[in-house]
T-cell receptor, first 109, second 117 residues
Framework: QKEVEQDPGPLSVPEGAIVSLNCTYS??????FMWYRQYSRKGPELLMY????GNKEDGRFTAQVDKSSKYISLFIRDSQPSDSATYLC?????????FGGGTRLMVKP | NAGVTQTPKFRILKIGQSMTLQCTQD?????MYWYRQDPGMGLKLIYY???????DKGEVPNGYNVSRSTTEDFPLRLELAAPSQTSVYFC????????????????FGSGTRLTVV
């Protein structure tokens, strides 16, 4: 079993939809949680970073962490075609950053 | 405002050849990392460094070596390249305080696309 599980998709939604992306993890030692966006043939770009349970909002993006359920989510409101990318969850324990496999999102005009 | 710079962007190697992937950062980050990403997969940690002169293995270190002689530079060396090392390699850096975690997340370079034939 992988330490961090993420549905690979692809997830296809119409423009303007609310998108929900999720990850589960097995190790309760993970303390810090991130979401990265990766466009094709580019490096990952940090979207959200949080270290506590609860919600964190930044523009159209909301990151949610539930440590008791070992579950994190990223919500995208009013999705745009420019949001089409692969979204990677990542989490830290000690010195190690561990990634999920990524979910490919396609937002259709 | 360069961030993390990786060179080269692309490279084709023959089996058994060696090469060094360069990574430099100008943000005075103490931690640096090398990851590989295979098609359709997440990133796997190869090696990391918590500061100049200190390196440690990650999840998939076999076939690779690293050094960290300065804060800015963290080169990755491939010895005796094999087809299994065909991948996209990403360097990343972060500023981490003891027991406090990363200040701003991790910053990634744009990657080196390596093919071994």
């Amino acid at each position: 079993q992988k330490e961090v599980e993420q549905d690979p998709g692809p997830l296809s939604v119409p423009e303007g939809a609310i998108v929900s992306l999720n990850c589960t993890y097995s190790n309760s030692a993970f303390q810090y949680f991130m979401w990265y966006r990766q466009y094709s043939r580019k490096g990952p770009e940090l979207l959200m970073y949080t270290y506590s349970s609860g919600n964190k909002e930044d523009g159209r993006f909301t990151a949610q962490v539930d440590k008791s359920s070992k579950y994190i989510s990223l919500f995208i409101r009013d999705s745009q075609p420019s949001d089409s990318a692969t979204y990677l969850c990542a989490m830290i324990r000690g010195n190690m950053l561990t990634f999920g496999g990524g979910t490919r999102l396609m937002v259709k005009p | 405002n360069a961030g993390v710079t990786q060179t080269p962007k692309f490279r084709i190697l023959k089996i058994g050849q060696s090469m060094t992937l360069q990574c430099t950062q100008d943000m005075n980050h103490n931690y640096m990392y090398w990851y590989r990403q295979d098609p359709g997969m997440g990133l796997k940690l190869i090696y990391y460094s918590v500061g100049a002169g200190i390196t440690d293995k990650g999840e998939v270190p076999n076939g690779y070596n690293v050094s960290r002689s300065t804060t800015e530079d963290f080169p990755l060396r491939l010895e005796l390249a094999a087809p299994s090392q065909t991948s996209v390699y990403f360097c990343a850096s972060s500023f981490i305080l003891p027991n406090r975690g990363p200040s701003y997340g991790y910053t990634f370079g744009s990657g080196t696309r390596l093919t071994v034939v």
